[in-house]
Nanobody
Framework: QVQLVESGGGLVQPGGSLRLSCAAS????????MGWYRQAPGKLRELVAV???????NYADSVKGRFTISRDNAKNTVYLQMNSLKSEDTAIYYC??????????????WGQGTQVTVSS
C-alpha cells in the first residue's frame, strides 16, 4: 500500500510564491520518477515538472525559470517551489510518483490534489 500526501497549496497574489510538498509512504522499494501535474477547469491535465532518481529535471515551457522541482530521497518527498506566480498558474496540482513496491509491483501513484489560486 502506497500513499501520497500533498501540502502547501493556497491563495497567493500575482508575483507571489508557494512551496508544494508531497510525501510518499508505504511499502516502497524505490521511486523512479516524481513529478507535479496540474489541471485547470475545462482543461486537460498537464505535466508541470518532473525529476528522476538521478536528479534530472524537466519543466513545462510555461513554468521554466519560475518553478523548481526537487526531491529528498531519504524522506520520499518531492517539492515544487513556485515563484513569480501568475493567474494562469491557477489549477489543482497533483503529485505523481512512479513507484516500485517491496512486492515487486511498479505503478504510478497519485496524490489527492491541492488547490493553487493566484488572484489579487
Amino acid at each position: 500500500q502506497v500513499q501520497l500526501v500533498e501540502s502547501g497549496g493556497g491563495l497567493v497574489q500575482p508575483g507571489g510564491s508557494l512551496r508544494l510538498s508531497c510525501a510518499a509512504s508505504g511499502s516502497i522499494f524505490n521511486i523512479n520518477r516524481m513529478g507535479w501535474y496540474r489541471q485547470a477547469p475545462g482543461k486537460l491535465r498537464e505535466l508541470v515538472a518532473v525529476v528522476d532518481s538521478g536528479g534530472n529535471t524537466n519543466y513545462a515551457d510555461s513554468v521554466k525559470g519560475r518553478f523548481t522541482i526537487s526531491r529528498d530521497n531519504a524522506k520520499n518527498t518531492v517539492y515544487l517551489q513556485m515563484n513569480s506566480l501568475k493567474s494562469e498558474d491557477t489549477a489543482i496540482y497533483y503529485c505523481n510518483a512512479n513507484i516500485r513496491t517491496l512486492g515487486g509491483r511498479t505503478f504510478d501513484a497519485w496524490g489527492q490534489g491541492t488547490q493553487v489560486t493566484v488572484s489579487s
